[in-house]
């Protein structure tokens, strides 16, 4: 398995080194973008940085995958699925749901602003598209000494 350090979080006193598995590449294809796409595409590479190629292949994963799952969103960078309505990305629901041993009525007790919709489509995602998720929780799992010295007002129970 090969991996290529695609971007860095940088936090306070903190970096996140996103790693993305390098897949091999289809064969390529031309695509003749409308003059309203065409200005889009060419605004969002330059904003970020990246290639319209680039842009233009994340856009259309990112639409296939949000027709596959309606109510699933993308933000942020590096780009993170996320539950529309419920304010968590992808990944945290999963990983609420794992802190609570997969007991979702639990879960609800203690977030309210869970719903059952929101925990179905983040646990539904995730078994559809599992190294993306399993590459986030890991890359946002942090030790409880690293968590201490970033957030010291927080109280974390023994």
């Known amino acids: 398995m090969h991996f290529e350090v695609r971007e860095v979080l940088s936090y306070t006193n903190y970096s996140v080194a996103m790693r993305r598995?390098?897949?091999?590449?289809t064969q390529p294809f031309s695509v003749r973008l409308g003059p309203a796409a065409n200005v889009l595409v060419t605004e969002e590479a330059r904003r970020?940085?990246?290639s319209r190629s680039a842009v233009v292949e994340e856009l259309a994963e990112e639409a296939a995958k949000m027709r596959l799952f309606p109510g699933i969103g993308y933000?942020?960078?590096p780009r993170r699925?996320?539950?529309i309505g419920s304010g968590l990305d992808v990944w945290e629901l999963v990983d609420l749901l794992r802190s609570y041993e997969g007991d979702a009525e639990?879960?609800?007790g203690s977030h309210?602003?869970?719903s059952?919709?929101?925990l179905r489509l983040a646990r539904t995602y995730a078994e559809r598209f599992p190294e993306e998720i399993e590459e986030l929780?890991?890359?946002y799992r942090r030790p409880l000494e690293e968590l201490r010295a970033l957030y010291p007002f927080l109280e974390i129970p023994e």
């Not at 598995?21 to 590449?25: E, G, L």
């Open 137 to 139: 929780l890991e890359a």
């Open 48 to 50: 970020v940085g990246r």
């Open 21 to 25: 598995r390098k897949a091999p590449k």
């Open 81 to 83: 699925a996320w539950v």
């Open 106 to 108: 639990k879960l609800r």
């Open 116 to 118: 059952d919709r929101h």
């Open 75 to 77: 933000r942020g960078r």
């Open 112 to 114: 309210p602003l869970v």
